[in-house]
């Protein structure tokens, strides 16, 4: 069965600090995908990224940046400088197919404080 | 485009009651998931539907139902409601029909229900 692992329940870092939010995932799937959702504190999951699982390549976007390494079975996700707007619950989570729908397996999320 | 609208935003219920949310998915969406989110089992997926079907169902009980309208609408409902199930319901979007995570799920505000 698919599972998504983020072991960091919660991290707190002083802003300007850089950050690594680690997410290792299982499944038998050959072609899959993978999120990162950032949920403020108002709830609603805002989308990061997707990748799927043919392409490695890393990714920047300003001050995040992300790694995909399939033989770890990893998709970490790093804030670069970060900053007290970062603050917010982070969740990794993997698209699965099933029957043909579309379904998230989320991670537990991990808390991010950044403290002024 | 609008974004992916849930109402209402909150609900209070009383234990035994039953109760209906509203979820419109982005223009153009077809397929619609609904999520829970509660702090003991974090986002576990509910059900998808797509073109007025239901494709997957998660390891929810039959009190949980939902459907889907021709213009794509959704609405979940939960009857005999228990305490545990105050959460935060998540409905997403999403443009494809079969497996294809490439345009993404994109997630409302959520409805938090509250049952007492």
């Known amino acids: 069965a698919q599972k998504v692992t983020q072991a960091q329940t919660e991290i707190s870092v002083v802003e300007k600090e850089d950050v690594t939010l680690d997410c290792v995932y299982e499944?038998?799937?050959?072609?899959?995908?993978l999120f990162w959702y950032k949920q403020p504190p108002s709830g609603e999951l805002v989308f990061l990224i997707r990748r799927n699982s043919f392409d490695e390549q890393n990714e920047i976007s300003g001050r995040y940046s992300w790694n995909f390494q399939k033989s770890t079975s990893s998709f970490n996700f790093t804030i670069t400088a970060s900053q007290v707007v970062d603050s917010a619950v982070y969740f990794c989570a993997l698209g699965e197919a099933s029957q043909g729908a579309q379904k998230l397996v989320f991670g537990q999320g991990t808390r991010l404080t950044i403290n002024p | 485009k609008a974004g992916v609208t849930q109402t209402p935003r909150y609900l209070i219920k009383t234990r035994g009651q039953q109760v209906t949310l509203s979820c419109s998915p982005i223009s153009g969406h077809r397929s619609v998931s609904w999520y829970q989110q509660t702090p003991g089992q974090g986002l576990q997926f509910l059900f998808e539907?797509?073109?007025?079907?239901?494709?997957n169902k998660g390891n929810f009980p039959g009190r949980f139902s939902g459907r889907q309208f021709s213009n794509s609408r959704s609405e979940m409902n939960v009857s005999t409601l228990e305490l545990g199930d105050s959460a935060l319901y998540l409905c997403?979007?999403?443009?494809?029909?079969?497996?294809?995570?490439?345009?993404?799920?994109?997630f409302g505000p959520g409805t938090r229900l509250t049952v007492l």
């Open positions: 997403a979007s999403s443009p494809q029909g079969a497996y294809d995570f490439s345009s993404g799920q994109f």
């Open positions: 499944t038998r799937d050959t072609t899959y995908y």
């Open positions: 539907y797509f073109s007025e079907t239901q494709r």
